[in-house]
């Protein structure tokens, strides 16, 4: 169902600065590598949350799948194969270097999204 959800909303735009914050001022492998891509997910799930009133453990689980499929594309080079590897967006948004690391990051981020979703239902019983 369509809706639009302030709370979720606002939580991406913070999100979106931190991310932005961290691309612009950190270049150490943990907070801009590793913190980026735990805060990635939480990103896109608030991003979808702000507009669809869906269960939380599927966009979750959905927002994790796709963080592995993306992460996955970088380990078969698909933005070379589709030649984008010199387009700047695509780079961003595909990436470039496969990483376990990285699937690690975007599992711990599932693992907060569940975490809090629980608690809140916790709170609203």
Do not use: C
């Not at 507009?51 to 993306?70: D, E, M, R, T």
């Not at 698909?78 to 990051?105: P, Q, R, V």
């Not at 569940?114 to 239902?121: A, C, D, N, Y």
Request: proline share 1%.
């Amino acid at each position: 169902m369509l809706r639009f959800n302030l709370r979720y909303f606002v939580l991406f735009v913070l999100l979106l600065i931190v991310e932005v914050l961290i691309a612009k001022f950190f270049n150490d492998w943990f907070v801009r590598a590793f913190l980026g891509d735990v805060l990635v997910v939480i990103l896109i799930y608030t991003f979808i949350m702000t507009f669809f009133s869906w269960q939380p453990k599927k966009v979750a689980f959905g927002v994790l799948i796709f963080a592995f499929v993306v992460e996955f594309a970088q380990y078969f080079e698909l933005s070379s194969k589709l030649g984008l590897e010199h387009n700047k967006l695509a780079s961003i948004i595909l990436g470039s270097t496969f990483d376990l690391l990285d699937l690690l990051a975007y599992s711990i981020g599932f693992a907060v999204i569940l975490l809090v979703e629980s608690r809140k239902q916790l709170l609203l019983k």
